[in-house]
Each structure stands twice: as C-alpha cells, then as structure tokens.
C-alpha cells in the first residue's frame, strides 16, 4: 500500500507493519499506539499461541518428565502445563527457538535444531498471513479503528515472496531502519544475552561452516551455544539489511532509529509517517 501524504493522513481506518531488527523499537512503538486507538498485532504472540503452542508445550512437558517428582504428578493427570505467553512476555518461544550446539551447555542437535527452525518458519509465515483477518477483528470486535503489526525481525528471511506481497496489499510497510550507533547497541546487547534467533538455512549452513573451520570443529555437539550466537549475530544483523532495504524500496518506507526515538504520541506517530511517504514521492 503506497498512498500519497494526503490519503495516508485521510485515512480513515490505517493499518500499518512495522518491519526491522528485533530492538530497533517496533514493540516499543506499538505499545505507545496500543494506549491510544490502535490494535497492537504481535506476530511473535500469535506464532506462541496458536502456531507454537503445542510443540513449546511438549518441549515444557518433555524437561518435566525428565524430574521423577513430576513425571509421577504429570503421568497421573494430577498437574498440567500451560503457556503464559503475553504481548510483553515471550520467552516461551525463544525457548523453544533454542540455541545449537552442545547439549550439556544447553544447546541442541543439529537435527532438532534445524526442525525447530523449519517450525518457525512456517508459524511465522501463517502469522503473517494472518493479518487481513485481524484488521478486520480489530475493528468489527474489539472496536479499535486503526491496526498495527509489529512483525518479528526474521519477517525478511522467509523467503515467501507472497506474505510482503500480502502485507503491502493490506498495510502500509514501515521499515524502522538502525542507525550506525544503534547498530553498535544493539549488536553489543546481543553479544551481552545472546538469545535464540531464526537463521535462513542457506545462510544458517555457511555460518556453520566458516565457524567451524575458524574454531577447528569437528561436530556440531562441540558448539557453545552462547559462542555461536554471539560470533554469528553481527553477521546476521548485516545480512539482514540488505533484505530490509529491498522490502521498503518495493513496498513501502524507511524511518531511522533516531527520527523514531523522537516520537512522543500518536500525533508524531502520524507525522513521521507523512514525512517517510513525502520523502520518497520526491
């Protein structure tokens, strides 16, 4: 969707993606929306809770039956697991993500890894091509008039040309682009508490072969997991811009870190917009 500052600022109803890495300030911004009149679609959310929901579960259940004092309660149905996912609280679905490597630091094999992998892809992917049905709940349940999605910031890995084709059909695509010294930031935090992240596979199996000739490993199981993710982040944070960039110049706009940290209120919400629409008109 790309209309003029005129019909973007006219439009009754608006329903906006936010694209970027994850820390640009994408949740942060929903958020400051969500207190307003906007209905805040979290893609990481509806992969937990309704694509994700059963096989984090089973993994939960799985390290439970591990502990004899639960196995007993769990296979006597005297006790059950439930997820407490929220907007504000996924954890349960990085969890599950998990990290590679050797089992005893924590990590997974190389085989569950990439399944678990493939079963993000698709829940992201089905999260996505869930957004037309949510504007429209939005709006005819819940009584919000305008609609953002605050996409994961492995949308641009999926390689499933429909899904952006889909979301620029039905929102306006804002890419919230990382400065160069929150480019630093946000790849020193990651190094900091490196977390689990989704990995294309082509790109996920040249990683793993430039790290493992550099640290001179035999087997996947010799990974630390915590190692791997801080060595590969930044080049996957650099790999991921070019992605970025070719989204927003095919559908839709670019705003940096530092214009978003400016804004206060959904009015300087909206006016970062026009400016982004305006300037790429000129």
């Given at each position: 969707?790309?209309?003029?500052?005129?019909?973007?600022?006219?439009?009754?109803?608006?329903?906006?993606?936010?694209?970027?890495?994850?820390?640009?300030?994408?949740?942060?911004?929903?958020?400051?929306?969500?207190?307003?009149?906007?209905?805040?679609?979290?893609?990481?959310?509806?992969?937990?809770?309704?694509?994700?929901?059963?096989?984090?579960?089973?993994?939960?259940?799985?390290?439970?039956?591990?502990?004899?004092?639960?196995?007993?309660?769990?296979?006597?149905?005297?006790?059950?697991?439930?997820?407490?996912?929220?907007?504000?609280?996924?954890?349960?679905?990085?969890?599950?993500?998990?990290?590679?490597?050797?089992?005893?630091?924590?990590?997974?094999?190389?085989?569950?890894y990439r399944r678990r992998q493939a079963l993000h892809r698709?829940?992201?992917?089905?999260?996505?091509?869930?957004?037309?049905?949510?504007?429209?709940?939005?709006?005819?349940?819940?009584?919000?008039?305008?609609?953002?999605?605050?996409?994961?910031?492995?949308?641009?890995?999926?390689?499933?040309?429909?899904?952006?084709?889909?979301?620029?059909?039905?929102?306006?695509?804002?890419?919230?682009?990382?400065?160069?010294?929150?480019?630093?930031?946000?790849?020193?935090?990651?190094?900091?508490?490196?977390?689990?992240?989704?990995?294309?596979?082509?790109?996920?199996?040249?990683?793993?072969?430039?790290?493992?000739?550099?640290?001179?490993?035999?087997?996947?199981?010799?990974?630390?997991?915590?190692?791997?993710?801080r060595w590969s982040f930044p080049r996957l944070f650099y790999?991921?811009?070019?992605?970025?960039?070719a989204i927003a110049e095919k559908y839709g706009y670019t705003?940096?870190?530092?214009?978003?940290?400016?804004?206060?209120?959904?009015?300087?919400?909206?006016?970062?917009?026009?400016?982004?629409?305006?300037?790429?008109?000129?």
């Amino acid at each position: 969707m790309k209309p003029s500052v005129q019909e973007f600022l006219d439009w009754e109803h608006k329903s906006i993606t936010l694209l970027g890495m994850s820390g640009v300030g994408k949740t942060f911004l929903s958020t400051l929306l969500r207190e307003k009149d906007w209905f805040h679609y979290s893609g990481d959310y509806r992969i937990g809770t309704r694509y994700l929901n059963e096989a984090i579960l089973d993994n939960i259940k799985l390290q439970a039956m591990q502990v004899p004092f639960l196995c007993d309660l769990l296979r006597s149905d005297s006790i059950y697991i439930e997820n407490n996912i929220t907007v504000d609280h996924l954890k349960p679905v990085s969890t599950f993500l998990g990290k590679l490597g050797n089992v005893e630091k924590g990590g997974l094999p190389l085989k569950e890894y990439r399944r678990r992998q493939a079963l993000h892809r698709e829940a992201e992917i089905a999260a996505m091509n869930d957004v037309p049905d949510f504007i429209s709940k939005a709006r005819s349940i819940y009584g919000f008039n305008h609609f953002v999605n605050d996409a994961g910031g492995s949308v641009c890995e999926l390689d499933d040309p429909s899904v952006m084709a889909l979301l620029a059909e039905h929102t306006l695509i804002l890419y919230i682009k990382a400065s160069e010294a929150d480019e630093n930031t946000l790849i020193e935090r990651a190094k900091s508490a490196p977390k689990p992240m989704y990995y294309r596979p082509e790109f996920l199996d040249q990683l793993l072969r430039e790290y493992m000739q550099e640290k001179s490993l035999d087997y996947t199981s010799m990974i630390d997991p915590d190692c791997f993710v801080r060595w590969s982040f930044p080049r996957l944070f650099y790999a991921r811009i070019p992605r970025y960039d070719a989204i927003a110049e095919k559908y839709g706009y670019t705003v940096t870190t530092e214009e978003l940290f400016q804004v206060k209120n959904e009015m300087d919400f909206v006016e970062l917009v026009a400016q982004a629409i305006s300037r790429k008109k000129d």
